[in-house]
């Protein structure tokens, strides 16, 4: 073969492939460092993500090709102790502003809660006159109508026999009635150190992405 033939054969399946990955959809995942969102990746790429390491100060957005769509780990939100408000400011305005650029190829979105911390979280907020971040985080996929899905993570740290009265009181904090029941289609109960909800998350995510391939 001519080697300028084999040249353009190359950049053109590069593009080829680039453009491919450009139509894919996007499944992202948001929340708070420390939820458990890079567990959540690990267990749905079956790579060697790292867990629980120094939480949320950087800046990266890592994607996974899934092969059906990208699957986006975005940086941690709020506060953390240690960082400057101003650089968690910063870590904010990144998400949205990717969010916002990405709207068009987002199949659905994920956002994480420590089933534990975020009543305790909320309160705090409500006391200031605040919206806690992770509700105004919700309300905003809700207005791009990106198909938020809420996973409450690490329910192992609530006793079996609170879990519903907690779930109910978590499902009126994001504006929905109680019985949490009701919710099903949004609400994802979990313990992914324990593999659990993580059935329930991937098939939700593969029907959405199935949805945005023939509505697309
Ligand atoms: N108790 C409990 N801990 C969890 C669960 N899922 C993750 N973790 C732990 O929470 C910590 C933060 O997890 P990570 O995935 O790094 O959170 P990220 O900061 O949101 O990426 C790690 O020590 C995890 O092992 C869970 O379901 N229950
Ligand atoms: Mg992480």
Aim: charge should be positive; include cysteine; proline fraction near 4%.
């Amino acid at each position: 073969m001519d080697e300028e033939f084999k040249k353009n054969l190359k950049k053109f399946k590069k593009m080829a492939k680039l453009k491919d990955y450009i139509k894919k959809p996007q499944v992202i995942i948001v929340g708070r460092s420390n939820v458990g969102k890079s567990t959540l990746v690990r267990l749905i790429t079956n790579k060697n993500v790292r867990v629980g390491k120094k939480p949320g100060v950087t800046l990266k957005i890592n994607k996974y090709d899934m092969g059906n769509y990208i699957l986006v780990d975005l940086p941690g939100f709020g506060f953390m102790t240690g960082i400057d408000k101003k650089v968690q400011d910063k870590i904010k305005d990144k998400i949205v502003k990717y969010i916002e650029d990405n709207a068009e190829k987002i199949a659905c979105s994920i956002i994480l809660i420590d089933a534990k911390a975020f009543p305790e979280i909320v309160d705090r907020w409500d006391k200031r006159d605040e919206i806690p971040i992770d509700i105004e985080m919700f309300d905003f996929l809700n207005e791009l109508e990106l198909n938020p899905l809420i996973l409450v993570n690490k329910m192992d740290k609530i006793k079996k026999n609170l879990w519903d009265r907690h779930l109910d009181n978590i499902v009126e904090l994001f504006g929905y009635p109680a019985p949490w029941r009701q919710w099903l289609d949004i609400v994802v109960v979990g313990s992914l150190k324990n593999i659990i909800g993580l059935k329930n998350i991937t098939y939700k995510i593969n029907n959405y992405v199935e949805l945005y391939y023939k509505n697309y």
